[in-house]
C-alpha cells in the first residue's frame, strides 16, 4: 500500500488541486478557495495540506501572503511571482515548542 492509497477523499482532491496547479504553472491555490470548491471546511483544508506535508507528497514553503508547493512526486512547483525568501518552510508538528 502507498502513501497515496492511504488519502482521505479531500487529501486526494487537494493533492489533485496542488498537482493541477503545478502543471500549469499556477499560484497555489488558496485553503478558502479549496474549501469552496471541495464542500469542506477551511480547517479540513488545512488538516489535509499538512497530512500531505507529513507524509512527505508535498513540500510547501510560507509567505505572509501565499505558499508555494511542489509535489514531490514530480518536483513541480506552484508558481510565486516576485517572492524571493519564504516566511517559514515547515510547520511546526503538533505539540512542539516554540522558540
Same mark, same amino acid.
Given at each position: 500500500?502507498? *502513501?497515496?492509497?492511504?488519502?482521505? /477523499?479531500?487529501?486526494?482532491?487537494?493533492?489533485?488541486? @496542488?498537482? *493541477?496547479?503545478?502543471?500549469?504553472?499556477?499560484?497555489? /491555490?488558496?485553503?478558502?478557495?479549496?474549501? @469552496?470548491?471541495?464542500?469542506?471546511?477551511? @480547517?479540513? &483544508? &488545512?488538516?489535509?495540506?499538512? =497530512?500531505?506535508?507529513?507524509? %512527505?507528497? @508535498?513540500? &510547501?514553503?510560507?509567505? /505572509?501572503?501565499? =505558499? =508555494?508547493?511542489?509535489?514531490?512526486?514530480? %518536483?513541480?512547483?506552484?508558481?510565486?511571482? %516576485?517572492?524571493?525568501? /519564504?516566511?517559514?518552510?515547515?510547520?511546526?508538528?503538533? %505539540?512542539?515548542?516554540?522558540?
Amino acid at each position: 500500500m502507498t *502513501a497515496r492509497d492511504r488519502l482521505s /477523499p479531500l487529501q486526494e482532491k487537494v493533492l489533485a488541486a @496542488i498537482e *493541477a496547479a503545478t502543471q500549469a504553472n499556477e499560484r497555489c /491555490p488558496s485553503n478558502q478557495r479549496m474549501a @469552496i470548491s471541495f464542500h469542506a471546511s477551511r @480547517i479540513a &483544508v &488545512v488538516d489535509a495540506v499538512a =497530512r500531505l506535508e507529513d507524509l %512527505g507528497m @508535498i513540500r &510547501v514553503e510560507r509567505f /505572509p501572503s501565499a =505558499r =508555494r508547493v511542489t509535489v514531490t512526486a514530480t %518536483g513541480l512547483t506552484t508558481h510565486h511571482k %516576485g517572492v524571493e525568501a /519564504p516566511h517559514f518552510t515547515r510547520r511546526q508538528p503538533a %505539540g512542539a515548542a516554540r522558540c
